[in-house]
T-cell receptor
Framework: AQSVTQPDIHITVSEGASLELRCNYSYGATPYLFWYVQSPGQGLQLLLKYFSGDTLVQGIKGFEAEFKRSQSSFNLRKPSVHWSDAAEYFCAVLASGGSYIPTFGRGTSLIVHP | NAGVTQTPKFRVLKTGQSMTLLCAQDMNHEYMYWYRQDPGMGLRLIHYSVGEGTTAKGEVPDGYNVSRLKKQNFLLGLESAAPSQTSVYFC?????????????FGSGTRLTVV
């Protein structure tokens, strides 16, 4: 069975600083990987996804993530954070080969200081 | 382009009362899911459905029932609410065979059981 770990419960950054949110997964083969963002009082919105091919994927709102098979990681990055990026971020993993039930991490809360 | 709509958005129940949460999607998605979100726990799958008339248990099904009588609707029922069911409930949907599209989430129902 697949699992996903987000080691950081909270991350605090200053506006304009760079950001990296960590995600580690456990799965025997190459999984499908997702990052979602949840703004306060809202549902989850898909930021980006990785299925195959180029290990650096671009998403919406200036986010990118890099799949590193050797480290079983799929970290989310942004070069310059805006105050509007303050939200909860969820990494999710989906086993390849016909599965349709993703496993979500516990989330990382991003706090942005002016 | 409504996507996934959840009703109601907020509800307060007394212990022992019953209620039904409605999820409606207009994207012709085959798969639908109910999650609950609790602080520090991320998203946990309650029940899911892979098509009209079919449902299955997820990670935390106890105390909940579901029905999928129509493809576009997925109902979550609480027969006898308990304070432990105080949570934010999210419905999501996805297209059969196209998990690369990701999952579309509703904006959530905040339920408080007193």
């Amino acid at each position: 069975a697949q699992s996903v770990t987000q080691p950081d419960i909270h991350i605090t950054v200053s506006e304009g600083a760079s950001l990296e949110l960590r995600c580690n997964y456990s799965y025997g083969a190459t999984p499908y990987l997702f990052w979602y963002v949840q703004s306060p009082g809202q549902g989850l919105q898909l930021l980006l996804k990785y299925f195959s091919g180029d290990t650096l994927v671009q998403g919406i709102k200036g986010f990118e993530a890099e799949f590193k098979r050797s480290q079983s990681s799929f970290n989310l990055r942004k070069p310059s954070v805006h105050w509007s990026d303050a939200a909860e971020y969820f990494c999710a993993v989906l086993a390849s080969g016909g599965s349709y039930i993703p496993t979500f991490g516990r989330g990382t809360s991003l706090i942005v200081h002016p | 382009n409504a996507g996934v709509t959840q009703t109601p958005k907020f509800r307060v129940l007394k212990t022992g009362q019953s209620m039904t949460l409605l999820c409606a999607q207009d994207m012709n998605h085959e798969y639908m899911y109910w999650y609950r979100q609790d602080p520090g726990m991320g998203l946990r799958l309650i029940h899911y459905s892979v098509g009209e008339g079919t449902t299955a248990k997820g990670e935390v099904p106890d105390g909940y029932n579901v029905s999928r009588l129509k493809k576009q609707n997925f109902l979550l029922g609480l027969e006898s609410a308990a304070p432990s069911q105080t949570s934010v409930y999210f419905c999501a949907s996805s297209k059969q065979g196209r998990v690369d599209y990701g999952y579309t989430f509703g904006s959530g129902t905040r339920l408080t059981v007193v």
